[in-house]
């Protein structure tokens, strides 16, 4: 037996060249097969994706003509997720730090202060200080809940001016005030921030003023979730 070939039979099925994407691929298409698929399909699907001993010499070859046609006629949204489910396990090798995904409410000072202090130090933190009644601080809020669902890696955080423990600071005239932390550094301080929305404003205007500023990190999978809503097609 040649050394090539040695080397072709010990390749695993999640190697990550090119051979073994369509090997992975192959077994994904088995575990996602649907069970309407006529019975010579699934069994060239499953010597594709769980081959036996005897079976491995085709696994390890170039992929045919049947198999291309019969990848070609499947459902492309099934491609789709395999492609989703590869760059999130992708990004889990690769993410650091905790994830939020929702905005915390902050009680006192002292929690104000350990959020910032105490917080891992390439977590980007946002703090929200509001009152009740003062105009724009109950529509920040909603906003700063859609931004913390679509920016998981980031800290929201809204605390009521009075809990700081220094109101005097917080007056209606600065509010609401938006401040943007890292490894304890102050970013941004931004006053009566909704001056610089229009009266009626959303979640994109916000997102949008702190990307000017190159305060918020890129977006996790949208690359994925517009693949999804466009229903285009796959490259």
């Not at 691929?25 to 005897?54: A, C, G, H, I, Y």
């Not at 669902?149 to 009521?160: A, G, L, N, Q, W």
Request: charge should be negative; hydrophobic fraction near 35%; charged fraction near 35%.
């Amino acid at each position: 037996m040649s050394a090539t070939t040695q080397e072709e039979e010990e390749v695993p099925a999640n190697h990550t060249g090119p051979k073994g994407v369509i090997n992975d691929w192959r077994r994904f298409k088995l575990d996602s097969v649907d069970q309407t698929v006529p019975q010579n399909k699934r069994e060239l699907l499953r010597q594709m994706s769980s081959p036996r001993d005897d079976d491995k010499e085709r696994l390890n070859r170039k992929m045919s003509v049947q198999e291309y046609e019969l990848i070609q006629d499947e459902d492309e949204r099934c491609l789709k997720r395999y492609r989703k489910q590869c760059m999130q396990e992708m990004h889990e090798r690769l993410s650091f730090g905790p994830k939020f995904e929702s905005v915390h409410e902050l009680e006192s000072g002292e929690a104000f202060l350990e959020v910032i202090e105490k917080e891992h130090r390439l977590t980007l933190v946002v703090v929200h200080i509001y009152q009740h009644g003062v105009k724009g601080c109950e529509e920040l809020n909603s906003c700063l809940d859609c931004l913390a669902t679509e920016y998981p890696s980031v800290k929201f955080c809204r605390i009521d001016a009075v809990a700081t423990g220094a109101a005097e600071r917080f007056s209606s005239e600065v509010l609401p005030t938006l401040l943007v932390y890292k490894a304890g550094e102050l970013l941004g301080n931004f006053l009566a921030v909704t001056k610089h929305f229009n009266e009626e404003f959303f979640a994109t205007d916000v997102e949008a003023f702190l990307n000017e500023y190159g305060l918020l990190p890129e977006k996790e999978f949208e690359a994925c979730a517009a693949d999804e809503d466009e229903g285009g097609e796959v490259e």
